[in-house]
């Protein structure tokens, strides 16, 4: 299976997340653990990262990561693989450490989702059972994330690379010892209103894009507008020529399904049609099968996106009709004719 593209650019946020192979533990103890902090904090020095939240997990662990130049992939690289090196010589142990890629969604910088995964990383020890506000423990209590490590504690005690005093900002509490214990206070208190296995998981709203916009299995946690602007950023990447094992994910998809409706609105103008013509109009109207045959050939998007955009009935119609297409170009109008000819259709 292809891999998805990573999309960079300056600035970017991301939740990152990774698993030890077959869901096998990358941290056997407190020493590992430390390990891969000293680690995290060698590659944040070499790439200029900033981490906003992070917490490690026995066989995974999460970041809230912003990256000021476009460096995520080699990063990555260095950090999981340096890691690992490290881990194996301190184990006496070979191979593989982490399991599939890790997952990077991007995250719009925008207060809701940025508080959103803020909490969600944060409680992960609650989800995972290891702290239980509701018996009069706290998440300041787990030793791994950075609320012990960083939202709990002053600026002095803290690392460099930990953007504690911004993300307090941004939740609009100051960085002092009354703001600091109203942040843990507010995580402990959720923690005890969701419950153990909802803490911190956001309830999706009705008009997010289920399919693309996730904080977990996404490639985007944000707005659609936001989605919109990224991929005019990665379009450079994403426009290549497309192979058979080629650009694949949730980006590529999107890509495909923007460009499918920019064709759809420049065909239908030039074929002097609305969308509300389309559906008194045969499934085999050439003008339908003309803008079909644009967007066939020239996005990824499936047939059945074409039937349902173009009203024509079913995917199979839209497929027979492409194979029986035979240049018609008396009868398109002009303005048509000249607009499937600039598209090489």
Known sequence: MARSIRIEYSGAFYHVMARGNRREAIFAGDEDYALFLKTLGEACAKAGWRIHAWVLLGNH????????????????????????????????????????????????????YYETLLDYIHLNPVRAGLIDPGKGQSVSDYPWSSVACGYAIGPGKRAAWLAVAEGLERLGLPDDAVGRRRLVESLDRRAIEEGLVRAGIPSLDSEVDRRLSNLRRGWY?????????????????????????????????????????????????????SRKDLSALKGSDLRKVAIARVIWHNTGVKMSWIAEALAMKSPSNVSQQLRRWRPQSRSLPKALRRWCSSHNS
């Open 221 to 273: 946690w944000g707005s659609q507008e936001f989605a919109e602007r990224v991929l005019k950023l990665a379009a450079p990447v994403l426009c290549q020529p497309r192979h058979a094992s080629g650009r694949t994910g949730g980006e590529s998809k999107a890509h495909d399904e923007a460009e499918a409706r920019r064709l759809l609105e420049e065909g239908l103008r030039a074929a002097g049609l």
């Open 61 to 112: 662990y999460h970041f809230l990561l912003e990256t000021p130049t476009p460096n995520l992939v080699s990063g990555m690289q260095w950090l999981q693989n340096t890691y690992t090196r490290r881990f194996n010589t301190r184990h006496r142990a070979w191979g593989r450490l982490f399991g599939d890629r890790y997952k990077a969604v991007l995250i719009e910088d925008a207060a809701h």
